[in-house]
DNA sequence: GTAATTATGTATTGACCAATCCAGAAAGGC
DNA sequence: GCCTTTCTGGATTGGTCAATACATAATTAC
């Protein structure tokens, strides 16, 4: 019927996402893109429409991905403690390796106020973290793990916000005992 | 000698810092910083250097007057609990008002990752809540508010934590609910 | 083989960007 | 009043931006 796409739209949008995350929306212009995808601007064009629309679908790819794997982690770990470091040491880690890169999430959140798309993104990405942590807060409880008086969804919800935390001092470099130390205090709000 | 300057400027100052504050580093250009700041590009250039410069110092005048808000607060509350409260709500209430403004420090963060000269004042500005975090909470474990048994350092690592992830939740707009959860939680790691 | 359709990449568009230039204005020294 | 100095703001610079236009290449249907 026609000529073929010559390059595989998830790849490109693996490495789209991989420069938006190091480099933020603004400082990656479309020649950055362009090179680093290998393709032409009409390609580019044909395919994802624009910057913007790109952008939106990394994003969506990002939260997907992140989702998965924090539902995976969640999941299968027996012990609810266990869990949540698994999820959040991870993360520092991440920060002390590569400080630039952050999470796209909280990037996203203070760059593209502006941007609806983006910012309904960024809400329902937090809505997401605090769900998924809700239902194994809950589980631990019925398992005996967290006590019977405290309230699932509003510790799932300090995570939540406490994670944000954690990925902000990441990149504000101070250090992995910092982190640590914050770590260790919040870990007691599940006791 | 010569001719005066006709604007002052720490005024202009203060009126660049909220707009940057308001629209971000990449989306202020210089033409919206010379209307707002009422000036031609030659005066601009003779007063702040360039936009890089003058962000920085408006990032510099945003973390001395946080600091000194933040300073002022917990010297002015008797009661350590009822300070860091006095210290967290107003930014929830802030972030319901203006979603969009959000902190200058969490921004920059994410944004001015690669301006060496950016990423150190948003390190020492973390390491300033900390220490004036910890400060406080040292006085206050003397005053018998905080059991013995606490590391007050670690809980000012802790808050200083949650206090960044209280900005960006606040920019993903979930609401006054969430943050109050996710406030009361944090609270009890002070008991 | 020819027509129809889509992909590709170069050249180009118009807009905007930060920064500089420069001629004139305003101030004080003498 | 004149000279020196600094401020001022419009005009201009060279560069980059996202996006489009278009000629060409590749593919399938018939």
Redesign the interface.
């Known amino acids: 019927m026609a000529r073929i796409r010559e390059f595989d739209i998830d790849r490109a949008l693996d490495r789209a996402m991989d420069l938006f995350w190091r480099k933020?929306y603004?400082?990656t212009s479309l020649q950055d893109l362009l090179k680093e995808l290998s393709i032409g601007s009409g390609s580019f064009y044909a395919a994802f429409g624009s910057k913007e629309q790109l952008y939106d679908r990394c994003l969506e790819r990002y939260t997907s991905l992140q989702g998965g794997d924090l539902r995976e982690t969640l999941d299968g770990t027996a012990d609810i403690r266990t869990a949540v470091r698994k999820v959040l040491v991870p993360m520092i880690e991440a920060d002390l390796t590569d400080?630039?890169r952050?999470c796209l999430v909280?990037?996203t959140?203070?760059?593209c106020?502006?941007q609806p798309s983006a910012?309904e993104r960024?809400?329902t990405?937090?809505?997401q973290v605090?769900s998924l942590l809700a239902g194994a807060l809950e589980q631990a409880q019925v398992r005996g793990e967290i006590s019977p008086d405290k309230?699932p969804?509003?510790?799932a919800?300090?995570l939540?916000?406490?994670?944000?935390?954690?990925?902000?001092?990441g990149?504000?470099?101070?250090g992995r005992e910092?982190?640590e130390?914050?770590l260790?205090?919040?870990m007691?709000?599940l006791d």
Do not use: Y
Not at 160 to 169: A, E, H, L, M
Not at 171 to 174: F, K, L, M, S
């Open positions: 933020g603004a400082e400080p630039t952050g909280v990037s959140s203070t760059q106020g502006e910012a960024v809400t990405a937090v809505r605090e309230n969804r509003e510790l919800r300090f939540t916000t406490f994670i944000q935390g954690i990925r902000v001092v990149q504000a470099r101070t910092f982190a130390d914050a260790s205090v919040a007691r709000a």
